[in-house]
């Protein structure tokens, strides 16, 4: 049995996604993000207490982007590898895009009191974040997908915009803005969204720059 923890709207999302692109039997544990993650029996999953954690084939993958790899390898029919140096990279690049993500909702969500919250380390995370999108844009001229046909690595690309977008908007960035709409409208990712009743890191479609 496959068995993937998560939590709504995390990088848990992107395994989740490439789950169901697969269509593979699966389980899904829902947790909320809070600090049962460091209850020790998913700390027994998972070292630092994160989502995801994927249990398959015995064992437990932890990182988000082995998990990509790890399934795509695992299922070849599927035409979805992301490798050589051009795959590897452009997979890996989601993290690039990612930790800048992760710095803003820590910023805008998980600091309190909001008084201890940073408007310079923002502006700063959001700079760094569109410098991201600017490489993209740039790998996206005169490709439809990020290896040229649809791969795992759009699918982690396509969750850390997920994510991302809601702190920088995409539309000065108009082949990421169009990527991004095509990679949305897939089935696969419509169906790893949130639940109608689950509960939301992000309740704002768009974080504004804070001020304090
Ligand atoms: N590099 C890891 C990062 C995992 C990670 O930090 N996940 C976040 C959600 S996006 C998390 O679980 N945070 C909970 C916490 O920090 O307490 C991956 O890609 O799987």
Known sequence: MIRLHHCAQTRSMRVL???????????IVRHGFDKTLRDPAYLALHPAGRVPALEIDGGVIFESLA?????AARHPEAGLEA???????????????SQHTAALTQ?????????????????LEAARLGKTYNALEARL???????????????ALGQALYMARHFVKL???????????CLSKR???KRALPEADETRLYVQDYYEAINV
């Open 17 to 27: 996604w490439m789950l169901y692109e697969l269509g593979l039997d699966f389980e």
């Open 67 to 71: 998990a990509l790899q790890y399934l």
């Open 83 to 97: 490798s050589g140096m051009d795959g590897l990279n452009w997979l890996h690049f989601a993290e690039t895009i």
């Open 107 to 123: 910023q805008h969500i998980a600091i309190y009191p909001p008084g201890a919250r940073s408007s310079l380390v923002c502006k």
């Open 141 to 155: 001229a005169g490709r439809a997908y990020a290896l040229g046909a649809f791969s795992a690595a759009d699918v």
């Open 171 to 181: 539309d000065a960035f108009p082949l990421v803005a169009a990527y991004y709409k």
């Open 187 to 189: 089935e696969a990712f």
